[in-house]
């Protein structure tokens, strides 16, 4: 076990915990923060990314000593009431079909954005590319993106 | 080349080097062969799936990464998709989840250092090459293969993956030999 020092979704923690815990298994067992979901395991989907200082990581491979000293965000932190810009622009678009891996898709796109705040369809494609949909969402998600960018960029947030 | 004849190959280059040095007198004795063990190294999987033009490899048949990996400028992939993202920093135990060492990462675009598919002259001479190896001396090049830890953790690949054809030690032996003989490449 040991003191696990980390930011969650801008509240600071404090976990005695299982150092080589995947950080998926602490939100969901420890923090009871359900949002970010489950898919493959092995890195391989997407459907568990969260943000841990700027990166896209894939929670069920992270241990969790990894995230010690740092900031995480997770689904829940992108607002408390869904008027995030990507949010809002999942929801103007009607992205999700079953939704199982759209919360992972926010979490690649907000870092997306950060990083390229008007990205090219070519850039998207290359973000999320990791990011597996089953329902074959992507031409939603890639018009989402752009809104969520004009979003942003119009000082949506 | 088998696992036992390049082991055993090796010990004889070290053996026949340090001979010849004490007969001589003097540390540099020309050797052409002193090269193919470490070629044997960097054409294995563990490295040649990184040391390429393009974008990363994977797998024991280099085949293109899984997910459409990209390269991106510094090697290290395009933004929300970089290697440390997925690549801990050590491999994970659990089969097909990816292998790990801090600091995952291709060779820049710049630079990419790509001997895949070469062969053995010219592998030598590109990782020679101080405009393609990252401005590298040889001594710089030996302390890359003994203690990067992107290249140590070649020797463990986490399950399911080939190791190199030597241990890490007589590598760095091998690689060591191919100094003190000339680093004199095969033509």
Known sequence: MAAITITVNGEARTLDIDSAMPLLWVLHETLGLTGTKYGCGIAQCGACTVILNDNAVRSCVTPIARAHGKRLTTIEGLSADATHPIQRAWLAEQVPQCGYCQSGQMMSTAVLLAAIPDPTDADIDDALTGSICRCGTYMRIRRAVHRAAELMQGGGR | ?187
């Open chain 2, 1 to 187: 080349m088998t696992s036992a004849r390049l082991r055993w190959y090796t010990v004889a280059i070290i053996a026949s080097a340090m001979l010849d040095a004490s007969r001589r007198g003097q540390a540099q004795v020309a050797s052409p062969h002193a090269f193919e063990p470490i070629a044997a190294v960097l054409s294995s999987p563990r490295c040649g799936n990184c040391h390429i033009t393009g974008d990363a490899l994977q797998g024991e048949d280099g085949r293109p990464h899984s997910i459409n990996i990209r390269r991106g400028v510094d090697g290290r992939g395009t933004p929300a998709m970089r290697c440390g993202n997925c690549h801990q920093d050590v491999s994970s135990l659990t089969p097909h989840a990816p292998p790990g060492a801090p600091d995952w990462r291709l060779p820049p675009a710049a630079t990419p250092l790509a001997w895949k598919g070469l062969a053995a002259g010219d592998q030598c001479r590109m990782l020679k090459d101080k405009t393609k190896n990252g401005g590298r001396t040889l001594a710089d090049l030996l302390d890359h293969m003994s203690h990067d830890p992107l290249v140590v953790a070649s020797w463990n690949p986490g399950p399911g993956r080939s190791l190199p054809p030597l241990s890490h030690d007589a590598f760095v032996q091998a690689f060591k030999a191919w100094i003190d003989t000339g680093a004199i490449c095969p033509e």
